[in-house]
């Protein structure tokens, strides 16, 4: 495909144009792609209101681009190998012609149950064939996809429900974890109890589970099934008419709703796919992210497809039945890209060498890191054992309101740095600012990243509050969108990711707001107040540290009130956001105007009390030494 990079030289001419000529090199990308109706202009933006338009009236469903256009040339190849969760279970195999028919069917089911264009899907459900089919599904029929992972609590779909207004809810019976199975309808059940807009749910069998249904609302998909045709007309969809919300967490309290596209979003992801990590026709891609977030978005289902690409999806965890599995399954499927977390990376690297070296993991090309800044030391075992010095790593930075890699290298073609996303793709102008906003123009200085120039995936909206997405990302810094990351760019111009420097913590690659876990673990009746940062963790890339007071100053059981906040944050969210340390304390230090000094709470969280920097204004600062005295 005449939109690959394949040297260094090409990548500089490539980002020389995109800068000096954006709007046609998108234009000619663009090209690449069955559209129903060509645009008549590429970009329409402002970063003020803000709004950002790209293929301005193009028509087209990105399914017919994911699937039928591959139908001549591809019909036969595989499409999506899914793995499940127990090796003992046979996977399952899907050609492009496959996959269409169940897409199309599934889509039909939608339909017959009243699902048109437009309309808010919410979906949760495990990592099973059906979860892709339904996606996708959705997406031929124009209706706006919300995928909420199956981790979260009934409380946090409940609120996406809401506040998307879905009118259907895809789901299963339960889910296999590792050694677990979870009952995820059950799940569903309790949090349709608070969100009237749902009107049908349609249930996949995976466990085989004899779950309640309710009569006139839920419905199982098999069932349905038998009642539909093959062939499914796509939707003609505007570039612009929403492709899905994906709710992701800021460092207000309530999660948004991330808006993505259907135009600018398909372009962006198939040309980010193929060129970061080197796709040939004939590799097989895998990556280990779930669908329930935006890598399992663009990366596992999106930018693959695409690009006609075959993707394995696991239903399992690094984990089960051994640490070995994800080698286990690079070598049954003879992976050739592979795609996962630094925190899993870690967690496999503590669990010991034995079980990587037990596999040959020879079919590997190229090793791919995503969610969270890759420490060196777990960037060097990646690179060393699993490949075996021979595969390049591409360190990608993005974020769910990017949709897509923005700094990374390209795989053996631009310059790779261990702890270093590298250097910005074509279409992308990062630019580090200072506080106060001017932009920094020397090399090897630190400062807050910020987009000057939009590329085909950026956000649009936060579903239901414009203003929300203006404030978040577009009023920080005028004419530029903030990313909320600091970064470094060394002498050669290569970014280092540094982290979050807003109240947002990375907890194993997954975003949580501060005020988020503090408004869960508020919900419990022993807590009058409480306060959360982040902290280094060797395996997470941060733990949860809360700092609670409780409302009987003494609890005659502390570890059961431990107990008990942990209970709390899971019902509220889901496991994922579990403290890993709860301090109880008397007072939270803060300035006389009432705000929590984070700072000191954060020093005291790393074990780092020796600058504690100006503690003068605080109301109280006594309180500084009973915390340090009492940290965990
Ligand atoms: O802080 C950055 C970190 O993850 C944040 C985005 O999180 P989310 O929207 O959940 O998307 C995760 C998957 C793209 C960023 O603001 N982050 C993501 N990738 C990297 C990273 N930090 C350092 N290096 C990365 N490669």
């Given at each position: 495909?005449?939109?690959?990079?394949?040297?260094?030289?090409?990548?500089?001419?490539?980002?020389?144009?995109?800068?000096?000529?954006?709007?046609?090199?998108?234009?000619?990308?663009?090209?690449?792609?069955?559209?129903?109706?060509?645009?008549?202009?590429?970009?329409?933006?402002?970063?003020?209101?803000?709004?950002?338009?790209?293929?301005?009236?193009?028509?087209?469903?990105?399914?017919?681009?994911?699937?039928?256009?591959?139908?001549?040339?591809?019909?036969?190849?595989?499409?999506?190998?899914?793995?499940?969760?127990?090796?003992?279970?046979?996977?399952?195999?899907?050609?492009?012609?496959?996959?269409?028919?169940?897409?199309?069917?599934?889509?039909?089911?939608?339909?017959?149950?009243?699902?048109?264009?437009?309309?808010?899907?919410?979906?949760?459900?495990?990592?099973?064939?059906?979860?892709?089919?339904?996606?996708?599904?959705?997406?031929?029929?124009?209706?706006?996809?919300?995928?909420?992972?199956?981790?979260?609590?009934?409380?946090?779909?409940?609120?996406?429900?809401?506040?998307?207004?879905?009118?259907?809810?895809?789901?299963?019976?339960?889910?296999?974890?590792?050694a677990k199975q979870i009952p995820v309808k059950r799940v569903v059940d309790e949090a349709l109890e608070d969100c009237p807009s749902v009107k049908k749910v349609i249930v996949v069998d995976r466990l085989g589970w004899a779950v309640k249904m309710l009569p006139g609302r839920d419905v199982y998909l098999h069932e349905e099934l038998q009642k539909v045709e093959k062939n499914c007309e796509a939707e003609e969809m505007?570039?612009?008419?929403?492709?899905?919300?994906?709710?992701?967490?800021?460092?207000?309290?309530?999660?948004?709703?991330?808006?993505?596209?259907?135009?600018?979003?398909?372009?962006?992801?198939?040309?980010?796919?193929?060129?970061?990590?080197?796709?040939?026709?004939?590799?097989?891609?895998?990556?280990?992210?779930?669908?329930?977030?935006?890598?399992?978005?663009?990366?596992?289902?999106?930018?693959?497809?695409?690009?006609?690409a075959t993707t394995v999806m696991f239903e399992g965890v690094p984990t089960f039945p051994d640490p070995g599995r994800f080698w286990q399954v690079i070598d049954k499927h003879s992976v050739n890209i592979f795609y996962t977390a630094p925190t899993a990376i870690r967690s496999l690297m503590a669990a010991g060498l034995d079980h990587v070296l037990s596999y040959s993991?020879?079919?590997?090309?190229?090793?791919?890191?995503?969610?969270?800044?890759?420490?060196?030391?777990?960037?060097h075992w990646y690179h060393i054992h699993v490949g075996k010095e021979r595969c390049p790593v591409v360190d990608t930075w993005w974020q769910t309101e990017t949709s897509g890699i923005m700094i990374s290298s390209l795989a053996g073609v631009t310059p790779m740095k261990p702890s270093h996303a590298g250097q910005p793709l074509p279409g992308v102008q990062p630019i580090l600012v200072d506080q106060n906003g001017e932009e920094i123009t020397e090399n090897e200085t630190e400062g807050y990243l910020c987009m000057k120039f939009p590329w085909p995936g950026?956000?649009?909206?936060?579903?239901?509050?414009?203003?929300?997405?203006?404030?978040?990302?577009?009023?920080?810094?005028?004419?530029?969108?903030?990313?909320?990351?600091?970064?470094?760019?060394?002498?050669?111009?290569?970014?280092?990711?540094?982290?979050?420097?807003?109240?947002v913590i990375n907890v194993s690659g997954h975003r949580f707001g501060t005020a988020e876990i503090e408004n869960a673990i508020n919900q419990n009746r022993h807590i009058v107040e409480s306060a959360v940062v982040g902290y280094p963790h060797a395996i997470k890339g941060q733990g949860i540290y809360a700092f609670v007071i409780c409302a009987d100053q003494a609890p005659a059981n502390p570890e059961n009130l431990r107990a008990e906040v942990i209970e709390t944050v899971v019902e509220h969210i889901g496991k994922i956001a579990k403290p890993d340390k709860i301090q109880i304390v008397s007072g939270l230090p803060k300035t006389r105007s009432g705000k929590i000094m984070r700072r000191i709470l954060r020093k005291?969280?790393?074990?780092?009390?020796?600058?504690?920097?100006?503690?003068?204004?605080l109301l109280d600062p006594l309180v500084v030494d009973e915390i340090i005295q009492g940290a965990l």
């Open positions: 495909m005449s939109s690959r990079i394949h040297s260094f030289a090409g990548y500089q001419a490539a980002y020389q144009k995109s800068v000096k000529d954006p709007e046609g090199f998108w234009d000619e990308i663009a090209q690449t792609f069955t559209w129903r109706q060509p645009w008549d202009k590429v970009l329409d933006w402002n970063f003020e209101e803000p709004r950002v338009k790209w293929f301005v009236n193009g028509k087209l469903n990105i399914t017919e681009n994911c699937l039928d256009r591959h139908l001549k040339t591809r019909g036969n190849k595989l499409a999506l190998i899914w793995e499940p969760n127990d090796p003992k279970e046979r996977f399952v195999r899907y050609t492009y012609r496959e996959l269409h028919e169940k897409v199309c069917q599934f889509a039909n089911v939608l339909r017959n149950n009243g699902v048109k264009k437009g309309d808010r899907v919410c979906i949760y459900m495990p990592m099973i064939p059906e979860l892709a089919f339904s996606v996708l599904a959705c997406a031929r029929v124009g209706a706006v996809h919300s995928v909420i992972f199956a981790g979260f609590s009934a409380n946090s779909m409940a609120d996406r429900i809401k506040d998307a207004e879905a009118s259907v809810v895809l789901t299963s019976d339960g889910l296999n974890r590792g505007d570039s612009e008419d929403m492709l899905f919300i994906l709710y992701t967490s800021g460092s207000t309290g309530k999660p948004k709703g991330v808006v993505h596209t259907c135009g600018g979003y398909m372009v962006y992801t198939d040309y980010t796919f193929r060129n970061v990590f080197q796709y040939d026709e004939s590799d097989i891609y895998w990556c280990t992210a779930d669908i329930g977030w935006i890598t399992g978005h663009s990366y596992l289902l999106y930018g693959p497809l695409l690009a006609g993991l020879d079919s590997l090309k190229v090793l791919g890191s995503v969610g969270e800044p890759i420490n060196e030391e777990a960037w950026i956000i649009r909206t936060t579903y239901g509050d414009h203003e929300r997405c203006r404030l978040s990302y577009f009023s920080t810094y005028k004419n530029l969108y903030f990313t909320g990351d600091g970064a470094r760019r060394d002498e050669n111009g290569l970014y280092r990711i540094i982290g979050r420097v807003d109240d005291v969280a790393e074990g780092d009390t020796t600058n504690l920097g100006d503690t003068s204004t």
